[in-house]
């Protein structure tokens, strides 16, 4: 069993926090429906089955975005294409691609609601 087997990211504006991921990750993220009827959602694509941890962007009542937390890593291709993004999206780039060694290269970015976020590639 992986260590984690879902994620969250808070934020204060979802629809502003969409726009930064499915532009950084070219990918569209769709609603996800909240039991609860306290959050609002929108999911990352995911396949349950496979490797890895699905996840969600969640504007929640009792939890905000911050800086200092855990940090999401997403698998990419090239994390030098999100450096390139990073602004355009309405974000910053706080550590720029950096080598990680034989683990390949990271890239943490600020993300518009004020989230430190990662993406790690091999090349």
């Not at 532009?23 to 993220?29: Q, S």
């Amino acid at each position: 069993m992986n260590a984690v087997g879902w994620f969250d990211i808070y934020v204060d504006d979802l629809d502003r926090a969409v726009g930064f991921y499915e532009a950084m990750l070219d990918t569209k993220l769709e609603p996800m429906p909240d039991p609860s009827g306290e959050m609002q959602m929108m999911s990352f694509p995911t396949e349950m089955t496979a490797y890895g941890a699905g996840g969600a962007l969640t504007k929640a009542p009792y939890a905000g975005p911050g800086v200092g937390g855990t940090i999401v890593y997403f698998m990419v291709e090239d994390c030098a294409t999100q450096e390139e993004r990073a602004t355009s999206a309405g974000g910053s780039v706080a550590q720029p691609k950096t080598s990680i060694g034989e683990f390949g290269w990271i890239l943490v970015c600020q993300d518009t609601e004020g989230n430190m976020v990662g993406f790690h590639s091999m090349q």
